[in-house]
C-alpha cells in the first residue's frame, strides 16, 4: 500500500504564563512525542478530550504551526526540507475541514464560487466549461442542489454549509483530507447526515482522512483505525473495533465507559511531576512505577498499541 503521510517524534511545546496576574511561566506539552503513520484511502480517527493536543498535531502536519522537533514526511516529501513549490502542492494535496465551516468559506462568496475559486487556483480546469462542470459535479456529490449556487453562506443552514466546506475540501483532489471536528457544531441528526457523507467519500474515493474529535461515537463509523491521546501523547491505538470492544487503556476504558453511560475515572490534580505516566492523576490501575516512569507506546496484540504499565505487567 502507498504511504501518504509518516510522523515521527513530533513534539510541540508552549510556554504560558500561569495566569494573568502572574509572571510565572509554565511549559504545555501539548504535543509530546507523537507518531504515526497513514496510507492511501485510509482513516485515523483521533479522539482525546479538551486540550489534548489534536488540533496542535493536525497544525503541525499542515505546517500552519512549526513542530518543536520531528518529522513529517507528505507523499515522499520530507516537510522540514520544503522549498515554496513544494508548499503550493502542498497546500493542494492536504485540505482541512474545521468545526465551524465559516473559517474556511468566504461569506462573501457565493457557493458556486467557492468552488470554483480553487479548482481555477490550482488549474484542475481545462477551460470555463470543464471548471463548470467540476463545481457542478462537486456540490452534487456533497447533496447541494444547484437552487444554492448562487446563495451565500449566511443563507444556508449549518448542516448545508458544512456540506459546502467538504465540497471546496474535495475541489482540489487532494490526498489527504483534515477535519478537525467537522460534526462537533451541528445538531445530532445533522451530525449523522455529515458523517455519512464523510463514509460516502471514504468508499468513493482514495483519499485519506485524519478526522478528530473529542466523541468516540463520530469517528468510529468512518475511522479504520484510531488514535487516543491524552496530554500530548498517544495512549493507545489500533483497529476501531479493538479500541470499542477491548479498550486496554484506562482513559480508553473511561471515554468508552462514559458514552455508554457509566463514568469510572476518579477526579485528579492534574499538574503532578512530568516524569511519570500524564494519566496517573486520573488512573484507576496505577501504582507505584506510573508515578516515576512514562509508560512507552507498545504492542499489546498484532498493531494494538497501548501505552500502560499495568496493561503490559
Ligand atoms: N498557541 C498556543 N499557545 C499556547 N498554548 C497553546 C497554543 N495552542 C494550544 N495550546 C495548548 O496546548 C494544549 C493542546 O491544545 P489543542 O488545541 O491542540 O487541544 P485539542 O485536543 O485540539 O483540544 P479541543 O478538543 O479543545 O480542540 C492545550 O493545553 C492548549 O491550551
Ligand atoms: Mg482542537
Redesign the pocket.
Known sequence: MDKVLSVSGLKKY???KRSAFSYKKEI?R??DGVDLSLERGQTLGIV??????????V?CIMLL?KPDVGDIVFSGVNFTKTNDNQLKRLRKDIQIIFQDPYSSLNPRLRIYDAIAEPVLFHNIAHDGDDARQRVTEILGSVGISEDFFQKYPHEMSGGQRQRVAIGRALATNPLLIVA??PVSSLDVSIQAQIINLFMDIKERTKISMLF?S?DLNVVRFVSDEIMV?YK?RVVEQGKTDNIFYQPMHPYTQMLIDSIKGGFSSRAGDDNHAPTGCAYYPRCERRTSVCAEIAPELKDYDSGHMVACHAVHG
Open positions: 508552549y510556554e504560558v504545555v501539548a504535543v482525546g478530550e479538551s486540550g489534548s493536543g489534536k488540533s496542535t498535531l497544525r504551526e478537525d471536528e478528530i473529542h491521546m500530548g
